[in-house]
């Protein structure tokens, strides 16, 4: 009953929403978890909450009109999702990349609503952002674009209504000038915006939360198989904020990270990467990752990102972007041993690559459940802003930890009771179904 349940909303949300491929992946991976759920609450198929969850809340769409610095009007496309607000306000990052449209803000938002609930820290649901690409640009025009990007989004954001934070292509300079133009718009200084800077109400370990709290993660899958990071190899995609914290971490636990990549290639350095090196060259000077093997004699740079995925290595933790890890990157990793591959970034690995990881019998965590850490310790920098103190990088950082195990062991609690297994993607789905799915409950028809 309740398959043929879920695959009907499955239908009619593919039916009604067209072509959005990223959308309806991430709803299906949910709807294919939860059917034990839905046998055991008949009241949520009365309710429609299923139908309701789907369904988002609210969708802005505006133009961002700016000038660069030659005097040419440039013309790009503002977005912001508020998902779903049962279990907390609005919480998500805002993302700039010239590949933003609508299904990407959405697949991320619906991602966001689970991740806000397993995170435990009263947060719901949303993303933004734009086609805005600010690679190439002079400080100058990303402020210019920033603040006219908050001319029109100050209207619907706010610190107990939606609370924006970083993401691709945003990170401190970008959410300083978002926040100036806030502050200046409404005449008020509050935690409208998360990964602020220190001096202004940002929190010690939000820069790392993302990357640390993937490790940590990582390390409850590990010693599920009686593993550690000491000597292990392990490579991580990407080499922006996610990457290069989870790296970073990595690293000072004992794991020599083998390999790391950008959009345009990958590095391997069989001695370990030093990842203060990949932070100046990709964070400080804004350059390319085929720099560091320059720097480096005993690192080797190979075009192109895809290639990585063959390095051997014991862990994988793709930390770039979606469908980064696809069916042959998953052949590779598990045809050469890995045994546990966390994902950091949203979404990275596509629906046949997990399949066959999962075949493979490489233990394998979901973005919601596995980089919540980034939200969870956006939760803590409002907490922080409202009572106007500042806890140290240490109370941070043990919270963290502390909030990481108690998702790994929530996650794995569900698939054990509802389906026998240890399962963390279908566990990551139920708690955080149940959770959005008896808040709605509560709350009547709104
Ligand atoms: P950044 O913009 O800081 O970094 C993105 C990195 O990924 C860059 O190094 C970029 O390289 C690289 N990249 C892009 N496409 C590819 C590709 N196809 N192959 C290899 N590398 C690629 O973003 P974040 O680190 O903040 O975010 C990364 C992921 O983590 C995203 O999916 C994001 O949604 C997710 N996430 C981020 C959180 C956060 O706190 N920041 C929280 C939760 C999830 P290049 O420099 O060449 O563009």
């Given at each position: 009953m309740s398959k043929q349940f879920v695959d009907g909303v499955l239908a009619k949300v593919m039916a009604h929403d067209g072509v959005e491929a990223q959308f309806h992946q991430a709803v299906r991976e949910v709807l294919e978890c939860i059917s034990p759920v839905i046998d055991k609450h008949p009241e949520f198929v009365k309710m429609k909450l299923v139908e309701r969850l789907v369904e988002p809340e609210r969708q802005i769409m505006f133009r961002v009109p700016w000038v660069d610095d030659q005097g040419e009007i440039r013309i790009n496309r503002g977005y912001r999702i508020?998902?779903?607000?049962?279990?907390?306000p609005y919480k998500g990052g805002l993302r700039f990349h010239p590949s933003v449209d609508l299904d990407t803000v959405k697949f991320l938002a619906f991602e966001q609503v689970f991740k806000g609930a397993l995170s435990g820290m009263q947060l719901g649901g949303g993303k933004g952002g734009s086609d805005?690409?600010?690679?190439?640009?002079s400080d100058m025009e990303v402020m210019h674009f920033c603040q006219t990007f908050m001319n029109e989004l100050f209207r619907h954001?706010?610190?107990?209504?939606d609370i924006p934070a970083g993401d691709i292509g945003v990170g401190t300079r970008e959410i300083g000038y978002l926040f100036g133009q806030y502050k200046k718009l409404t005449n008020t200084f509050t935690g409208?915006?998360?990964?602020?800077?220190l001096d202004y109400g940002g929190s010690q370990a939000r820069a790392e939360a993302t990357g640390y709290g993937l490790v940590y993660f990582a390390t409850c899958m590990l010693h599920a198989r009686g593993?550690?990071?000491?000597g292990s190899r392990v490579i991580v995609s990407g080499s922006g904020n996610v990457a290069i914290h989870a790296a970073e971490k990595a690293r000072q636990l004992?794991?020599?990270?083998?390999a790391m990549s950008d959009s345009h290639g990958y590095v391997v350095d069989d001695r370990g990467i030093e990842i203060e090196e990949i932070r100046e060259i990709k964070?400080?000077?804004?350059?390319?990752?085929?720099e560091y093997a320059s720097l480096r004699s005993s690192a080797q740079y190979h075009d192109?990102?895809?290639?990585?995925?063959?390095v051997p290595c014991n862990m994988a933790l793709p930390s770039?972007?979606?469908?980064?890890?696809?069916e042959a990157a998953a052949k590779a990793l598990a045809g050469n041993g890995c045994a546990v591959v966390a994902e950091?970034?949203?979404?990275?690995?596509t629906q046949g690559a997990i399949q066959i990881l999962r075949d493979a019998g490489v233990s394998f965590a979901p973005s919601k459940a596995a980089n919540a850490g980034g939200v969870a310790i956006s939760a803590l920098e409002m907490s922080q802003n409202v009572t106007r103190l500042a806890w140290t990088f240490e109370e941070v950082d043990a919270r963290l930890k502390k909030i990481m195990n108690a998702i790994y062991d929530r996650c794995l609690a569900a698939a054990e009771a509802y389906v026998?297994?240890?399962?963390l993607i279908v566990g990551a789905n139920i708690v955080g179904f149940l959770t959005v799915a008896r808040a709605m409950l509560a709350q009547g028809i709104v």
């Amino acid at each position: 009953m309740s398959k043929q349940f879920v695959d009907g909303v499955l239908a009619k949300v593919m039916a009604h929403d067209g072509v959005e491929a990223q959308f309806h992946q991430a709803v299906r991976e949910v709807l294919e978890c939860i059917s034990p759920v839905i046998d055991k609450h008949p009241e949520f198929v009365k309710m429609k909450l299923v139908e309701r969850l789907v369904e988002p809340e609210r969708q802005i769409m505006f133009r961002v009109p700016w000038v660069d610095d030659q005097g040419e009007i440039r013309i790009n496309r503002g977005y912001r999702i508020g998902f779903n607000s049962a279990v907390g306000p609005y919480k998500g990052g805002l993302r700039f990349h010239p590949s933003v449209d609508l299904d990407t803000v959405k697949f991320l938002a619906f991602e966001q609503v689970f991740k806000g609930a397993l995170s435990g820290m009263q947060l719901g649901g949303g993303k933004g952002g734009s086609d805005f690409d600010p690679k190439g640009k002079s400080d100058m025009e990303v402020m210019h674009f920033c603040q006219t990007f908050m001319n029109e989004l100050f209207r619907h954001v706010g610190p107990d209504t939606d609370i924006p934070a970083g993401d691709i292509g945003v990170g401190t300079r970008e959410i300083g000038y978002l926040f100036g133009q806030y502050k200046k718009l409404t005449n008020t200084f509050t935690g409208v915006l998360t990964n602020k800077g220190l001096d202004y109400g940002g929190s010690q370990a939000r820069a790392e939360a993302t990357g640390y709290g993937l490790v940590y993660f990582a390390t409850c899958m590990l010693h599920a198989r009686g593993m550690d990071w000491k000597g292990s190899r392990v490579i991580v995609s990407g080499s922006g904020n996610v990457a290069i914290h989870a790296a970073e971490k990595a690293r000072q636990l004992g794991a020599v990270v083998v390999a790391m990549s950008d959009s345009h290639g990958y590095v391997v350095d069989d001695r370990g990467i030093e990842i203060e090196e990949i932070r100046e060259i990709k964070q400080v000077r804004r350059g390319r990752i085929a720099e560091y093997a320059s720097l480096r004699s005993s690192a080797q740079y190979h075009d192109g990102p895809k290639g990585m995925w063959t390095v051997p290595c014991n862990m994988a933790l793709p930390s770039a972007t979606e469908g980064e890890l696809d069916e042959a990157a998953a052949k590779a990793l598990a045809g050469n041993g890995c045994a546990v591959v966390a994902e950091g970034a949203n979404l990275p690995s596509t629906q046949g690559a997990i399949q066959i990881l999962r075949d493979a019998g490489v233990s394998f965590a979901p973005s919601k459940a596995a980089n919540a850490g980034g939200v969870a310790i956006s939760a803590l920098e409002m907490s922080q802003n409202v009572t106007r103190l500042a806890w140290t990088f240490e109370e941070v950082d043990a919270r963290l930890k502390k909030i990481m195990n108690a998702i790994y062991d929530r996650c794995l609690a569900a698939a054990e009771a509802y389906v026998g297994s240890q399962d963390l993607i279908v566990g990551a789905n139920i708690v955080g179904f149940l959770t959005v799915a008896r808040a709605m409950l509560a709350q009547g028809i709104v």
